[in-house]
T-cell receptor, first 114, second 112 residues
């Protein structure tokens, strides 16, 4: 498809496990963003990539969270030693450029940590 | 630092009535402002955006928003609500870089 694709759409895991969430942005979009949305709240910024490099990772809550984008396209958000508080919808978005460019969001990956 | 406040977490309107969703922002520089809509189990979709051109911005699905610098507001309106407008709406602000800051969202319910 032409939109941002996120997999898995749903992930249930146990506390302490490792999780990977994948984002496939729109072809040609150099900017990629990860957001986290908890129930009843707006999306919160996690990390922003311009190309292969993380231009801003100031939103990552702690060192259990890490994200990569090795070839400047697909990105993976990695969460180690998951905690129940990590349960949320993880949204990925891409855009042609930074600044006022429109962000195109995927449908999200819902993570539930039991 | 930039932030957004959406007044009212839930709004209920009758079909055909005016929809008004309030958004106030704070930003140290002229902002870019956005409204996004999220339907159940879907990603966020851009409704409209303000980027320092015309202060009255028209978006998709009959929505529009007016940027008022003196009031630091960017309220979203639609003259006549439709059942399909039931969704969650998010206001967001971005300084001229890349990071969007979202409000907490307003859920719209449309009564038949």
């Amino acid at each position: 498809g032409a939109g941002v694709s996120q997999t898995p759409s749903n992930k249930v895991t146990e506390k302490g496990k490792y999780v990977e969430l994948r984002c496939d942005p729109i072809s040609g979009h150099t900017a990629l963003y990860w957001y986290r949305q908890s129930l009843g709240q707006g999306p919160e910024f996690l990390i922003y990539f311009q190309g292969t490099g993380a231009a801003d990772d100031s939103g990552l809550p702690n060192d259990r969270f890490f994200a990569v984008r090795p070839e400047g396209s697909v990105s993976t958000l990695k969460i180690q030693r998951t905690e129940r508080g990590d349960s949320a919808m993880y949204l990925c978005a891409s855009s042609l450029s930074q600044g006022a460019g429109e962000l195109f969001f995927g449908e999200g990956s819902r993570l539930t940590v039991l | 630092a930039q932030s957004v406040t959406q007044l009212g977490s839930h709004v209920s309107v009758s079909e055909g009535a005016l929809v008004l969703l309030r958004c106030n922002y704070s930003s140290s520089v002229p902002p870019y402002l956005f409204w996004y809509v999220q339907y159940p189990n879907q990603g966020l979709q851009l409704l409209l955006k303000y980027t320092s051109a015309a202060t009255l911005v028209k978006g998709i699905n009959g929505f529009e928003a007016e940027f008022k610098k003196s009031e630091t507001s960017f309220h979203l309106t639609k003259p006549s609500a439709h059942m399909s407008d039931a969704a969650e709406y998010f206001c967001a602000v971005s300084e001229p870089n890349y990071k969007l800051s979202f409000g907490a969202g307003t859920t719209v319910t449309v009564r038949a």
